[in-house]
């Protein structure tokens, strides 16, 4: 049997991991090391329509791997069935139910499971309420064994302590989305905005997003959660919140190197334009906890089909500009001049030009109508990080009293 003060680090970590002072990632790696395994999982699953809820996963599989789980696989998973049909509390092993013979005719096994380093799993549906159930599972690898029968009984211990503290988790984040102060600032905007942690957990959803998205194929707000029109815009989705290093400073035991703001795509099953979600990361220790101690992002909504001139908010997160830079973007996409900008701004022309060049260079355009495009288009030409400044000598800003086009050094209009 493990060593009884790994097992009670591990219980005093699930339990600080519910109050948000620990990644649950670190409580799973202290029982993979316990256990000897290859890997663990904690996965939440939505009742109404088996859509995953949250889902933390660490040890010897590759961040590709759970995306392509997420993606492709957990559709043909055939050991899922056997613990959702399971009582709570109660462990099964996928070799008591699933023979050699049945691996080696799995798709499952043979093109994913197997090729990324795993082998057996045993687990246990841990927890259920009104809206999820948690499934725990525990791994062993290529050349490993399954689990025995002591190892059984530790995680049946252990499974009563999670079931613990995802109740207190589950019960503390409803409490801070309606006493935190930056979600009181969010209501107060009126942009389509949304809140997302790493397990596209909704933390907050503005008015306008809430009646933009209500009956959008692409995607969908509906009982507090995202649906989405397809697994991939989903998965792609997860991966770009998990490239912000929202989730653990190491999230699959690697440490990655955090963005600011991510731009994501999601394509209409119909052919139209779009729906753009520009991603902002919110850190504790970033925005002095004003969003609580988990790091999350705010995802602003943009509708390409709506074709509406961009929020400046939208302008600043997507091309990484300063507020007075996206005000003045804006405004000249529009088509107004330099003075007529001023005059709307309250600033002098100088101060319009001094952040029109700071506007081409990061949106990497040279004239005031490619801006336009730009704007028009955001997220196409928008990237996860600022394009390079265009290769010209800096671009000739336009006359005073001038509505032309800005034109590029060498003439060319």
Known sequence: MADEDAFDCAVAELYLAAV??????????????????FGAYLHGINLADGTVNFGYDVGGFAPEAALHYIRDYHAIDPRVPLVAHAEVGEWVSCHHHIDDAAVALSPFYQDFLIPSGGRYVSGAKVY?????????GIHRGIGM??????????????????????GIWRRQRRKLRETLLGTAVLQRMTQPLLLLDEQLQLHFCSEAARTALAADPRLR?????????????RAQL?????????????????IAASQDRKVVRIDSPAGEPPLLLVLLALRPQETLGAFGPVPLAIALVHDLAARATPDPLLVAAAFGLTPAESRVAVQLAAGASVPETADTLGVARSTVRTHLLQVFQKVGVNRQQDLAFALAGLGVLAAAEPPPAPAPAPAVLPEPGRREAVVAPDGRD
């Open 20 to 37: 948000g002072e620990l990644p649950w990632r670190q409580p799973l790696t202290r029982i993979v090391e316990m256990l000897d395994a």
């Open 128 to 136: 259920q309420d009104r809206e999820i159930i948690a499934i725990l």
């Open 145 to 166: 064994q399954p689990l025995g029968e002591a190892e059984l009984a530790i995680g049946r211990r252990l499974g009563v302590h999670v079931a613990n503290a995802l």
């Open 221 to 233: 707000i509906a009982d507090k959660a995202l649906h989405f029109g397809s697994r991939h815009d």
């Open 238 to 254: 997860v991966l770009a919140l998990r490239e912000l290093s929202l989730g653990a400073e190491a999230a699959f035991g690697r």
